[in-house]
């Protein structure tokens, strides 16, 4: 069985790990610059409770994910899962419960047909009444246009589904039945039209910490060879790696540019900031509140517990006085059930993220696995730079590796 060498101990590097040694392999290596494994998925700790910087969570029993995690000593609690978002109406706000999506005033169910793949392409499919705010939204949110991004930005922004009000539901539900582009565009709350999927959802007992802690124990157990502090670097890597070595690279794709002679696309200039706070919330926990307004900075608010506490993650399109963040809070939960006390402010962080391509980055991405192919074939895995949810970066990066060892299907996980 070929030897694997991962780069990045992110989720998708330990889930690599996993998914490898599944397949059979048993030498594998796992790399990752920091003294700790996690990325992005592990929070900051602020007196033991976790400071969440976005709502990432698991689905139900069965989520292939959860369930390869479970395998490796994992433990998770499922929840109602709970959300709802705030859109522009003509009378002012509209707040929507058991939808994450914007709802926006709409005549028609007819799309024009996808004409590109840029974002604006994809707001292009609706009437203008439609198009128009979510083009605000977008400017106000990531500070582009619409047709630079990439068409998948979308999911990210949460605009990927967007519910069409003033269209009978009946009209809208058929629409979504018969016609696979209006059912990709257009979105129902789920308690209108008895969708179940997204009901129940779970996250790790104790925690990312104590969910990263256990998958460290996981990795040891079944002899991967994690090395912290251990920076890859692609110009000795890629010369150095045997001929029948899987790399998988589940880290930022960047420094591979430059290695393989090709022009990197341009990183993104834009900061998020995000704050969290302990509150008192008499609402439902855990809960996330999309705002599609483009009042204020504040996009989302997530409130979860952490360690007996409760706390409320606002994430924010830029810096924001802490007068005004508290106004845009309290404006985002003012239409759902439960009292809020907002207490002392625990953290703050201010940075770019990787989550909405570009167009130019899809492109680019394209160019650079296309190079990397050519050097080392079916072993090279790209750590599904482009997928932002963890569930199309887990697929993704599970049919590569099966084409690097000539698997073409593998065992579910019982
Ligand atoms: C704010 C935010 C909110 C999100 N919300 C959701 C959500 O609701 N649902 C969902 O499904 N997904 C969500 N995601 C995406 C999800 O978190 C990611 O898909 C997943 O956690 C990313 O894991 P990763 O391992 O691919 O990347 P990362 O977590 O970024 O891991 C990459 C790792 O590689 C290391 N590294 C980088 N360069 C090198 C190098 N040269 N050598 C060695 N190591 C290196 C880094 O230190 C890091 O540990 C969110 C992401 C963010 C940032």
């Known amino acids: 069985m070929k030897p694997v060498r991962i780069v990045g101990g992110g989720l ?17 290596e796992l790399h990752e610059r920091l003294d700790r494994l996690g990325g992005v998925a592990l929070p900051k700790l602020e007196n033991g409770r976790e400071m969440r910087e976005g709502c990432i969570y698991f ?33 002012g706000p509209v707040y929507l419960d058991d939808f994450g999506g914007p709802a926006l005033p709409a005549t028609k169910t007819d799309l024009q047909p996808l004409s590109g793949n840029s974002l604006g392409d994809r707001l292009d499919c609706y009437e203008d009444a439609l198009a128009f705010p979510l083009a605000r939204y977008v400017r106000w949110h990531v500070g582009c246009a619409p047709s630079k991004l990439h068409a998948d930005a979308a999911i990210p922004l949460a605009i990927n589904r967007v519910f069409p009000t003033g ?55 079944i002899g991967v060879e994690v090395n912290e502090r251990s920076l890859a670097r692609p110009n000795k890597l890629l ?23 090709l022009e990197a696309p341009k990183a993104p200039a834009k900061k998020f900031a995000t704050y969290t706070f302990e509150v008192d919330w008499t609402g439902a926990k855990p809960f996330y509140v999309q705002n599609f307004t483009t009042d204020g900075s504040c996009f989302r608010v997530y409130i979860y517990e952490s360690r007996g506490a409760t ?87 599970e049919a590569d590796l099966q084409k690097a060892f000539g698997v073409r299907m593998i065992a579910k996980a019982s």
């Open 311 to 397: 706390l409320l993650t606002a994430e924010c399109v830029a810096e924001t006085e802490s007068d005004e963040l508290a106004k845009d809070i309290r404006f985002l939960l003012d239409g759902f059930e439960g009292e809020l006390k907002i207490c002392d402010q625990l953290y703050r962080s201010i940075k770019p993220r990787w989550l909405y391509h570009t167009v130019d980055t899809v492109n680019k991405l394209g160019e650079l696995r296309t190079a990397l192919g050519a050097r080392l074939g079916d072993n090279f895995v790209a750590g599904a730079w482009e997928a932002y949810a963890k569930g199309a970066k887990f697929a993704e990066v």
């Open 59 to 91: 689905g139900p029993e069965g989520d292939p994910i959860r369930t390869l995690l479970e395998e490796h000593g994992a433990i998770f609690e499922d929840f109602d899962n709970r959300f709802g978002s705030v859109s522009p109406g003509a009378y």
């Open 239 to 261: 010369s150095e790696i045997a001929p029948d070595e899987v790399l998988v690279w589940a880290a930022s794709p960047m420094p591979l540019f430059k290695a393989v002679g």
């Open 167 to 221: 269209i009978p539901l009946d009209t809208l539900s058929a629409s979504k039945r018969a016609d696979g582009h209006a059912n990709e565009l257009f979105g129902i709350p789920r308690s209108m039209w008895n969708y179940s999927s997204n009901v129940q959802a779970s996250l790790p007992v104790g925690g990312f910490t104590s969910l990263i802690d256990k998958c460290r124990e996981a990795l040891d157990a």
């Open 12 to 28: 998708t590097g330990i889930l690599a790990a996993f998914q490898a040694h599944r397949l059979g392999a048993r030498q594998i």
